[in-house]
């Protein structure tokens, strides 16, 4: 074998030399910032600032929490039990005390019932179990369509309670205000990279405010045009004809998910500063005998293809009892014309689902919901954002929507541990409170006694035969009223979901 000659040594000497060279002197140059951001650190100059949104604004924040009567504990204020349900916790930590709020809307306050029966709640039944000599305190902070943005004033407010984890689970409430993006400038994705990078550091933020100071302006000043929104959720559901103001809308979508982003990396950067865990949970929702809230044809669909859509779609709608292939063949055909109805590829998942081809299915009903033009469901970029931005900052995450589609039929979650489209039942909220446990263990935060989980079992049921009947009719009550309506939205699609 024929060695290497002094001319090719020479030659990748000099090339390893000045790749070397290159690379000190790229790290040379990056050494003042280095030791500015290091200076800075130690002299807390320069934190990063989370608190204004650039997307948009409030009118007013009030506190979630007020000092009791008596000052022993902080309380949820009744000025906000309009959307939270009433819970404390002790003004004074107790000695070796964990504390853990979860954040989030509807399904963590545990509707359609309410936070008796909430996830919450189970996880602090489940660490009592668990280590019945340390104090427990579980808060529940879920608001009733509450979204990402909202919640970040209250992660502001409740860091300052000295929690020891803070869980998160949010995702589906991202649609319901009606606000405008138009005043957000895009930037590209290879420039947003570096310059979000740059933003998180101390030497960015004290560099802005020195440019500010200079030009006469303030840093906290909101971007002109920028929604400012009530202290309080309106939902555009609750309008009159609410459904209606919903249309297909792209851009609309795209800079909701941009926003949703933007939160999530916030708030975990806001409890990353304060030196407090956060767990993100990807949220689950049905698809299973959950039609979509409002379908609608693509835009530029004309008077004829109309018509030939109606006349396959009727064709199949006629079919399926009696060859749901045929039927299947027929909905595709149609799908060739449009296939922007939600609607639509809801029918074709039923009925795949009908043939037992679960993969098809899956895709189709996950197609229905990411089509909805009414998104009351976590559509999946914000799934995907969740997972994604989890593992870019070393986030732990519970994934509730692999657990519940695991334990579903071909994988799609449906009724089983879901009374509605994305509120879990009972035994689901107990399930979830069993997974954040088994976190909790697995990262060494409860070291569980002998036979915790029968006595976690005997708790539950305690705790179940306490609730009167009275509490299971409201939440039967609330729940009925959306059965009803789904029912409706049902109707149009040819299908009728079970109760």
């Known amino acids: 074998m024929r060695r290497p000659g002094p001319r090719k040594r020479t030659r990748a000497s000099r090339l390893l030399r000045g790749t070397l060279f290159r690379l000190g002197a790229v790290l040379l140059g990056l050494s003042p910032f280095v030791l500015a951001e290091g200076l800075f650190t130690v002299l807390d100059w320069g934190r990063p600032t989370y608190e204004d949104d650039p997307f948009v604004g409030f009118r007013g924040v009030h506190p979630l929490f007020v000092p009791s009567a008596d000052g022993s504990r902080y309380e949820i204020a009744k000025s906000r039990q309009e959307f939270f349900q009433p819970d404390s916790f002790s003004f004074k930590k107790r000695p070796g005390e964990f504390r853990v709020f979860c954040l989030g809307g509807s399904t963590v306050q545990g509707r359609p019932f309410a936070a008796e029966t909430s996830f919450p709640t189970w996880l602090e039944l489940s660490l009592r179990a668990g280590d019945p000599q340390r104090p427990w305190e579980v808060v529940n902070c879920g608001g009733i369509s509450y979204a990402g943005y909202r919640l970040v004033p209250i992660l502001e407010e409740v860091l300052g309670y000295e929690p020891d984890l803070i869980v998160l689970y949010t995702g589906h409430n991202e649609f319901l205000e009606d606000r405008s993006y138009a005043h957000i400038k895009r930037i590209p994705g290879i420039v947003a990279v570096p310059v979000g990078w740059a933003s998180s550091t101390r030497t960015y933020t004290l560099l802005r405010r020195a440019y500010n100071g200079l030009q006469g302006s303030s840093s906290q000043e909101p971007p002109e045009g920028r929604p400012m929104l009530g202290a309080e959720v309106d939902a555009i559901l609750e309008h009159p004809d609410g459904l209606e103001e919903y249309e297909r809308d792209e851009k609309w979508r795209e800079d909701t998910i941009e926003h949703f982003r933007y939160n999530l990396r916030r708030m975990i950067a806001m409890a990353d500063d304060a030196g407090v865990p956060l767990w993100l949970v990807n949220p689950v929702c049905q698809l299973r005998d959950c039609p979509p809230f409002k379908a609608q044809h693509r835009d530029d669909l004309t008077a004829e293809e109309e018509r030939r859509w109606d006349g396959l779609v009727g064709q199949a709608v006629e079919l399926r009892k009696t060859d749901v292939r045929r039927a299947v063949a027929l909905l595709q055909q149609a799908l060739e014309i449009d296939d922007q109805h939600a609607g639509a590829h809801y029918l074709l998942a039923t009925w795949y689902d009908a043939l037992g081809m679960a993969d098809e299915a899956r895709q189709s009903y996950v197609r229905a919901k990411e089509l909805d033009v ?20 070393d986030t732990p995450v519970v994934d509730v929507r692999a657990m519940f589609a695991a334990l579903s039929a071909g994988g799609i979650p449906d009724g089983r541990f879901l009374l509605d489209h994305v509120h879990p039942s009972i035994r689901g909220h107990q399930m979830i409170a069993e997974r954040l446990t088994d976190e909790l263990i697995d990262r060494g935060l409860l070291e569980p006694v002998s036979g915790w989980e029968e006595e976690r079992s005997q708790a539950f049921r305690r705790h179940l035969d306490s609730l009167d009947n009275v509490y299971f009719d409201k939440g039967i009550q ?15 699609f040819g299908v009728q979901p079970p109760r």
């Not at 009414?374 to 900052?393: F, H, K, V």
């Open 374 to 393: 009414c998104p009351l469901r976590i559509i999946e970029p914000m799934s995907e954002a969740i997972l994604e931005i989890a593992g870019e900052t």
């Open 478 to 492: 609330r729940q009925e009223m959306l059965r009803r309506w789904t029912q409706g939205r049902a109707a149009e």
